[in-house]
Nanobody, 121 residues
Framework: QVQLVESGGGLVQAGGSLRLSCAAS????????MGWFRQAPGKEREFVAA????????YYADPVKGRFTISRDNAKNTVFLQMNSLKPEDTAVYYC??????????????WGQGTQVTVSS
C-alpha cells in the first residue's frame, strides 16, 4: 500500500508557472509507475502525465506537451509536475496516481486527495 499527498497548487495568472509535488509513503516507491491526472468541475478526470518506475520513460497528454514536465526523486519518494505557460483551461483539481502495473491513462490503483490549480486570464 502507498499513500499519496499532493501539494503546490494555487492561483496563477495565464502564462505563469506552478510546481506540484506528490509525497508518497512507504519504502517501495520505486515499484510504482506514477502519474498526474486532473479534473475540472463537471468534467471527467483526465490524464495529464506519467513517469515510469525508474524515471526513464515519460508520457504526456497532447494538451500539456511542451509545457508540463513530470519527474521523480525515488530517494525522496516524491513525484513532481512542473507546469509552465499555464492556460485557463489548465484549471482543475490535480491528482497524483500510483500503479504497480499500468502506465498512462489507465493507471490509478492509488490516488491522492488532489490539489487545486486555478489559472486566471
Amino acid at each position: 500500500q502507498v499513500q499519496l499527498v499532493e501539494s503546490g497548487g494555487g492561483l496563477v495568472q495565464a502564462g505563469g508557472s506552478l510546481r506540484l509535488s506528490c509525497a508518497a509513503s512507504g519504502r517501495t516507491f520505486s515499484s510504482y509507475n506514477m502519474g498526474w491526472f486532473r479534473q475540472a468541475p463537471g468534467k471527467e478526470r483526465e490524464f495529464v502525465a506519467a513517469i515510469s518506475r525508474d524515471g526513464g520513460t515519460t508520457y504526456y497528454a497532447d494538451p500539456v506537451k511542451g509545457r508540463f514536465t513530470i519527474s521523480r526523486d525515488n530517494a525522496k519518494n516524491t513525484v513532481f509536475l512542473q507546469m509552465n505557460s499555464l492556460k485557463p483551461e489548465d484549471t482543475a483539481v490535480y491528482y497524483c496516481a500510483a500503479d504497480r502495473v499500468s502506465f498512462g491513462r489507465r493507471m490509478g490503483n492509488y490516488w491522492g486527495q488532489g490539489t487545486q490549480v486555478t489559472v486566471s486570464s
